[in-house]
Nanobody, 121 residues
Framework: QVQLVESGGGLAQAGGSLRLSCTTS????????VGWFRQAPGKERMFVAA???????YYLESVKGRFTISRDNAKNFVYLQMNSLKPEDTAVYYC???????????????WGQGTQVTVSS
């Protein structure tokens, strides 16, 4: 069974940076799209960014210019570089795999366990 594993979360100050990583413990996701989602307490899980297997990228409007999604297919990793962090970016961040890029969480079949990102003001 495919399982995704996130890492890189933690505590950052407003204006700071963190880089999240996502890989799989099962099959390679080289030929699939990978998305990043986040869920804040009491809120629904929401789309943050996605990257197609060819490298096309898509972003939530509020993170454009601050977050960058990238992938290294040779190493089977997808990254989310988060700069200029804001307190409202605080959430549990999840990566997920899907044959095509999509902003809807329900369309993604495989998920990681999540990594906490906390941004202090």
């Amino acid at each position: 069974q495919v399982q995704l594993v996130e890492s890189g979360g933690g505590l950052a100050q407003a204006g700071g940076s963190l880089r999240l990583s996502c890989t799989t413990s099962g099959c390679s996701f080289t030929m699939n799209a990978v998305g990043w989602f986040r869920q804040a307490p009491g809120k629904e899980r929401m789309f943050v960014a996605a990257i197609s297997w060819r490298g096309s990228t898509y972003y939530l409007e509020s993170v454009k210019g601050r977050f960058t999604i990238s992938r290294d297919n040779a190493k089977n990793f997808v990254y989310l570089q988060m700069n200029s962090l804001k307190p409202e970016d605080t959430a549990v961040y999840y990566c997920a795999e899907n044959p095509s890029t999509n902003v809807y969480a329900n369309d993604y079949a495989y998920w990681g366990q999540g990594t906490q990102v906390t941004v202090s003001s």
